[in-house]
């Protein structure tokens, strides 16, 4: 099974061949495909997609870079989306001090208010983090205890190091990891995914960003998200079955989506671990 995170096939750059781009996920494996929301209209866009399609699914919320244009039915809008059956998180979310889009305080605002809904409706959150790492943790150590045993959401196209890394996993969130740890030059980012542990653990296109080896330069769509989970299998020293089965648990128990083998029933072992 084959899982795409953290997909934008409702933006521009599909608007030619959408359901094409979508046929081809299906008939490349995909599974489940989640498609995010990074403000009002694309949260209500990425809704449309799922109702439109079974094995799509969709999130809501406000990207740091968008947050400069929240206005005063902008809540209101996110809670009615989040009612949906089919939207399953909240976000993306977060702090972007890369391209600072919108004011650092506005951000911080936003992050905490987006967290504080989430929290209320019980969904997931998705964060988006860009050189803001300290700052990221300090907010969501307010919300998320640390040894969490709750499944707090996911560090979407994770690009920081060890500690954010373990920080992340201490408070509960998964980690995914997008088309960048195929790069050539991404040694490093191969070194911090290499030891997350595997209930932890997600892969993502980030489409139409960030396009895996060997289709760098083209633009990215979720039939190509299998490219990572190759790799992160690879740098594993697992096979991509392995990988795919333990992403698979991983959605389920995050999103309680797909189906859950049977304690007792079905069992494998990777490496010094038994999965049920």
Request: charged share 25%; with cysteine; net charge negative.
């Amino acid at each position: 099974m084959i899982i795409d995170t953290h997909a934008h096939v409702d933006v521009e750059a599909y608007d030619e061949d959408r359901e094409a781009v979508i046929a081809r996920a299906r008939e490349n494996g995909v599974q489940y495909m989640v498609n995010i929301g990074c403000d009002i209209e694309s949260s209500y866009r990425s809704m449309e997609l799922a109702e439109q399609y079974d094995f799509i699914y969709a999130t809501a919320g406000i990207h740091p870079h968008d947050v400069k244009s929240i206005n005063a039915d902008t809540y209101a809008h996110l809670r009615q989306l989040l009612l949906h059956p089919k939207v399953i998180a909240l976000g993306e979310i977060g702090l972007d001090f890369f391209k600072n889009y919108s004011p650092h305080d506005e951000q911080r605002t936003h992050f905490r208010k987006q967290i504080q809904l989430a929290r209320e409706m019980n969904k997931p959150i998705i964060i988006h983090s860009r050189d803001a790492s300290e700052e990221i943790i300090a907010i969501l150590s307010e919300y998320y205890e640390k040894d969490a045993t709750a499944h707090s959401g996911i560090f979407h196209c994770f690009s920081g190091d060890q500690e954010l890394a373990d920080k992340a996993l201490q408070m509960g969130f998964y980690i995914s990891f997008s088309g960048s740890v195929t790069f050539k030059k991404a040694d490093g980012l191969r070194d911090v995914a290499k030891p997350v542990p595997a209930d932890r653990l997600f892969a993502e296109t980030d489409c139409p960003y960030l396009t895996p080896a060997p289709h760098r330069g083209k633009r990215n769509e979720p039939a190509y998200v299998n490219h990572t989970a190759e790799k992160l299998a690879e740098i594993r020293g697992l096979k991509i079955e392995d990988v795919q089965r333990t992403m698979a648990l991983n959605f389920f128990e995050l999103f309680g989506i797909g189906e859950k083998a049977q304690t007792g029933t079905v069992s494998y072992k990777i490496r010094n671990s038994l999965y049920l």
